[in-house]
Nanobody, 115 residues
Framework: QVQLAESGGGLVQVGGSLRLSCAAS????????MGWYRQAPGKQREWVAG???????NYADSVKGRFTVSRDNAKNTVYLQMNSLNSEDTAVYYC?????????WGKGTLVTVSS
């Protein structure tokens, strides 16, 4: 059974940094696509960044230059390094992968950016 578990969220001041982790189990990790999404209060969930199955990284325009995704295949973990955070980055952050026709989501980790 595929499971994803996010961690690393918390409270940070404007301009600060956080690194989120997403640990995967029950799946062959090396060549799967992995995405980070977020959902701010009262808003729809949006894609933030991720890896394609070929290992190419992509970023939403709103985070380009501030966020960086990386992965450690030995640890079955994907990371999201978030720098220069602002209040608009406040959200629950989720990781997602796809295996076959199924999407799998973690339960999310809350990031709160305070001014």
């Amino acid at each position: 059974q595929v499971q994803l578990a996010e961690s690393g969220g918390g409270l940070v001041q404007v301009g600060g940094s956080l690194r989120l982790s997403c640990a995967a189990s029950g799946i062959i990790f090396s060549f799967i696509p992995m995405g980070w999404y977020r959902q701010a209060p009262g808003k729809q969930r949006e894609w933030v960044a991720g890896f394609t199955s070929g290992g190419i990284t992509n970023y939403a325009d709103s985070v380009k230059g501030r966020f960086t995704v990386s992965r450690d295949n030995a640890k079955n973990t994907v990371y999201l390094q978030m720098n220069s955070l602002n209040s608009e980055d406040t959200a629950v952050y989720y990781c997602k992968t796809r295996s076959g026709a199924m999407d799998y989501w973690g339960k999310g980790t809350l990031v709160t950016v305070s001014s």
